[in-house]
């Protein structure tokens, strides 16, 4: 079978590298562009035109889903966008996969009944790299014997969202392990504001934002005289596209919601 995927994002950063892998993919045909703006013109080799050459922009996802029959949708945002996209997607029939971050709780919860009333799947997936992947679910063992955790994350400068997905992901997997406690000193003191990061689940993440990084992550586990560090770095935005192309694949033999790739690895 070939999966036909429409992706919304694809001008993106990460939208045209993943454009380049379906493309690339033997499985899989780039069927169509969903944007909010350049309504009818194409994307052709990663660059936007208007002569009809390549793969066609929609700016209605009905029109999309009519003329192109898309299998999936690739969803790689941002945190205003793709709640709206993912909602209309599956009212059409169309499995989202959804890689942009920024979701709040009760929009995941949402989409969770609408796939499941649906029988669609619907796979949620805060870092498509693999290897991301590892180090949350090693941070997550690690914190059943080491339950005193902080987050740091570091991002390139354009990121629109604090903290991350994968740290609030992070702290999700942590927190379905250890028992629930307080951390750090109970009479602390915040003498400026934002010092001691945001507080997840009762974890602390730090988000730094600075040009020259991508996507990086050190979970930060301390015991009585030790600590261990548990680090990620993505480097280049191919390290995401191995969990891309199977999160599509694996979208269209599921009909649940998926919350995170380490269900499916
Ligand atoms: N799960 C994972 O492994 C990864 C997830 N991400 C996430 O993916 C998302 C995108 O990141 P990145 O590529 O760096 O961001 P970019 O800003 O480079 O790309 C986002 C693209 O989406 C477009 N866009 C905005 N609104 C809409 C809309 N309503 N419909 C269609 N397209 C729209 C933007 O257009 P314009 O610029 O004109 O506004 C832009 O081209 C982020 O949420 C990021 O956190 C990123 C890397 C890995
Ligand atoms: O914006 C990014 O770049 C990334 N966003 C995702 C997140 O918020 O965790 C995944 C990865 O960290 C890259």
Redesign the pocket.
């Known amino acids: 079978m070939t999966i036909r995927v429409a992706i919304a994002g694809a001008r993106g ?2 939208g045209s590298t993943a454009a380049a892998a379906i493309t690339e993919a033997p499985d899989m045909v780039f069927a169509g562009a969903l944007d909010y703006k350049y309504d009818g013109w194409y994307i052709n080799g990663g660059t936007l035109i208007e002569q009809p050459s390549g793969v066609r922009v929609y700016t209605s996802i009905a029109e999309l889903a009519e003329a192109e029959k898309p299998d999936v949708l690739l969803d790689l945002t941002d945190p205003e966008a793709v709640f709206p996209n993912a909602q209309k997607a599956i009212a059409l029939g169309i499995r989202p996969v959804i ?1 942009t ?2 979701l709040t709780l009760e929009e995941i919860d949402h989409l969770k009944i609408m796939s499941e009333q649906k029988g669609l799947s619907c796979i949620l997936a ?4 693999i290897g ?1 992947v590892l180090m949350m679910k090693f941070a997550a063992q690690a914190a059943h014997y080491l339950g005193d955790v902080e987050i740091i ?1 570091m ?2 400068d ?4 604090a ?7 992070t702290a999700d997997m942590i927190s379905d392990v250890r028992t629930p406690h307080l951390q750090g000193h109970p009479d602390e003191q915040v003498n400026a504001y934002g010092a001691r990061g945001a507080d997840v689940q009762g974890m602390k993440i730090h988000s730094v934002r600075l040009p020259g990084l ?4 050190q979970v930060l586990l301390g015991g009585e005289g030790e600590l261990l560090t548990i680090r990620h770095d ?1 480097f280049d ?1 191919k390290s ?1 596209m191995p969990g891309v192309l199977l999160a599509v694949r694996e979208s269209v033999s599921h009909h649940q919601f998926v919350n995170g790739l380490e269900q499916l690895i």
């Open positions: 950063r990460m890689g971050s920024g805060p870092n498509f790299s991301a994350e991002h390139h354009r990121k629109l969202d903290p991350s997905g994968t740290a609030v992901k991508l996507a990086h992550q993505s935005r995401f």
